[in-house]
């Protein structure tokens, strides 16, 4: 069975890291998304990653 996590950052600098330390676990990158989300003033992007493992 099948099991799934989804990740949230907050900077695109984190990305490339996490991806690295979930597939050190055994998780695959399943998709990768962001929204952005705010006015003008505080526009923020985050950044949502699902991870799979498992048959």
Do not use: D, P
């Not at 962001?34 to 505080?42: D, E």
Request: net charge negative.
């Amino acid at each position: 069975m099948k099991e799934w996590q989804c990740v949230l950052l907050s900077h695109h600098e984190e990305v490339g890291k996490v991806i690295i330390e979930w597939q050190k676990q055994g998780w695959r990158l399943h998709t990768y998304n962001t929204a952005g989300m705010g006015g003008a003033w505080n526009y923020t992007v985050n950044h949502y990653l699902l991870f799979e493992r498992g048959e």
